[in-house]
């Protein structure tokens, strides 16, 4: 079921997930991608519906809960006063639907099928979240400095080449026409894998630490306290009295 925002349900997701003979295995291998798994909500995916529909430079952007309808509606002001068009009726759009403060990956586009270029957006936009949602990612993000030149696109881009080697050359072609990053560069290739391995760990231990917590908190729903234990032992669970044997033998 969709949502009226636009922003596509979790059953919804899986029901589409049969609509191209590659989105499955696209989605089992990210499921276990420990970088995209600790960012992705297919509850957070919001698809254009409203005006150009058409392909451009920019068909994905992840919108942060910093993003409130304040500082959106400023964007706007800015995007008409410099007569972007396209923009501006996408931020009005995006006004129009959200909530505020948002939390969204908004999608060019009303279609949901998973081209080579959604995929590459899709990874793109969720992992950029991964990166705001998770405070040891915040970490490692500033100590890198990924916000600069476009440094976070860059290992972003590498991760894509490597998960989806049919994708790898148009994206690392994207990488140097976008962002100034030429991956095809042996050292500068190297220094993104290695970001990326060191994101993935973290990554990995985020996912770990949840399934602990998790678990644990299964255990406690499932196992009864140590109160209701002893009251179950001496009999009270009942109601009844406690055999007078229980409480007066050797301990």
Do not use: C, W
Request: glycine letters at 6%; charged letters at 35%; proline letters at 3%.
């Amino acid at each position: 079921m969709e949502s009226n925002d636009g922003i596509m349900s979790t059953d919804k997701a899986m029901e589409l997930l049969g609509d191209t003979e590659y989105t499955l295995p696209f989605y089992m291998k990210l499921e276990n991608n420990p970088l995209f798994k600790v960012g992705f909500d297919p509850e957070r995916i919001y698809y254009q519906r409203e005006g150009y529909q058409g392909k451009t430079d920019h068909p994905g952007s992840y919108y942060s809960d910093a993003f409130n309808k304040e500082i959106i509606q400023k964007s706007l002001d800015k995007a008409i006063e410099r007569k972007d068009t396209l923009y501006a009726e996408r931020l009005q759009e995006i006004l129009k639907n959200i909530e505020d403060p948002s939390d969204f990956v908004f999608m060019e586009g009303a279609s949901k099928e998973l081209t080579d270029r959604n995929k590459a957006t899709v990874i793109h936009e969720f992992v950029h979240r991964s990166f705001y949602e998770n405070p040891e990612l915040i970490k490692f993000y500033n100590k890198n400095k990924l916000g600069f030149d476009e440094r976070a696109h860059g290992m972003i881009s590498y991760m894509i080449g490597k998960e989806f080697p049919n994708l790898k050359e148009k994206e690392y072609e994207r990488a140097k026409a976008v962002y100034d990053i030429d991956l095809n560069d042996k050292e500068t290739e190297d220094e993104f894998k290695n970001l990326y391995n060191e994101a993935t760990k973290i990554s990995k231990n985020i996912l770990d630490k949840k399934r602990k917590k998790e678990n644990i908190k299964q255990e406690k729903e499932e196992k009864p306290s140590l109160f209701e234990t002893i009251k179950k032992t001496l009999g009270f669970n009942k109601g009844g009295v406690v055999n007078i044997n229980y409480l007066t033998r050797e301990l």
